[in-house]
């Protein structure tokens, strides 16, 4: 199944639902930054969720970053997406190597850590940024994100995100999340939830080769899902440049940039989001510290 996002509406408008396959995008960025097992778990739930989210936002020029930090040995990890979306993904540690949780799965609550925080950054054009911040739940990204939209933004929300890995690399992944409308009757949200209850692990649906469609079917049991939209596709893209670095370098200022020519001769900066390598000759970097003067 290719990687898509589609939204549906279920009994009759009054349930919004928004399913993700994310198996090529986490694939992708578990080569990049040649993830660990219970990494490329923790990087792909954020990387879903936050395509998800980026999905929502209505403008090109939009830009969503969501930052999970919290006290396991994972450290900060950060994934940024547009409206498209284009999302892409850095890891303080990639290579962590814990033992399997009590139920015998990758323990991503455990690499990720049960205290600290998410923050959620959308820059949507207006003059300052929306900022959203809550405390980490359990570590395990899914709760925390139900946790995140009850508190930041007063949405009874349920959410899913699922990454099943095997020694070949990441065999399924993907996410969904489920939000009522004013209008939903108590007797709906209570078909959902135990819909939810029977549909079991959402990377488990995936890799037994269910189609969105029939995965918004089983997690709201309602049969007659209306698709609303079906045209997106995420993608891991990171579109980092050496002019934007050169821009970056200009940032430094001419004083530091002059100690740089002096000491090292020249600068090597790697983008964190791809690991491609951006080299400035010296001849390079006298020519930026000319245009600051």
Avoid: W
């Avoid at 995140?148 to 990454?163: H, I, N, R, W």
């Avoid at 819909?195 to 469609?213: E, H, P, R, Y």
């Amino acid at each position: 199944m290719k990687d898509q996002i589609i939204k549906f509406l279920a009994y009759n408008g009054k349930i919004s639902v928004a399913c993700a396959s994310t198996t090529e995008l986490v694939e992708e960025a578990r080569k990049i930054h040649d993830l660990s097992p219970v990494s490329t778990a923790a990087l792909g739930r954020l990387l879903t969720i936050t395509a998800l989210i980026g999905s929502e936002m209505k403008n090109k020029t939009d830009k969503l970053t969501i930052q999970i930090k919290g006290n396991g040995p994972i450290g900060k990890i950060i994934a940024v997406s547009d409206n498209c979306p284009n999302v892409k993904a850095c890891i303080e540690n990639p290579l962590v190597d814990i033992p399997l949780n009590e139920f015998g799965k990758l323990d991503v609550g455990g690499a990720i850590g049960q205290n600290g925080f998410i923050n959620v950054i959308k820059d949507i054009g207006l003059k300052e940024p929306y900022i959203g911040i809550s405390p980490l739940t359990s570590g395990e990204i899914a709760e925390d994100f139900a946790n995140y939209f009850q508190t930041s933004e007063q949405k009874q929300t349920a959410v899913a995100l699922g990454v099943l890995v095997d020694s070949n690399g990441v065999r399924s992944s993907g996410g969904y999340i489920i939000s009522p409308m004013p209008d939903a009757t108590e007797e709906e949200i209570s078909k959902v939830e135990h819909a939810i209850f029977q549909a079991g692990a959402m990377s488990k649906m995936l890799d037994n080769k269910l189609t969105l469609k029939e995965i918004a079917q089983k997690i709201t049991g309602d049969k007659n899902v209306k698709v609303i939209d079906a045209s997106i596709e995420p993608k891991y893209n990171c579109e980092c440049s050496k002019r934007k670095f050169e821009e970056g370098l200009m940032t430094l200022g001419k004083e530091e940039l002059t100690d740089l020519i002096k000491e090292d001769g020249k600068a090597e900066i790697q983008c964190q989001f791809c690991n491609k390598q951006y080299k400035f000759t010296k001849e390079e970097l006298e020519e930026i510290v000319k245009k600051l003067n």
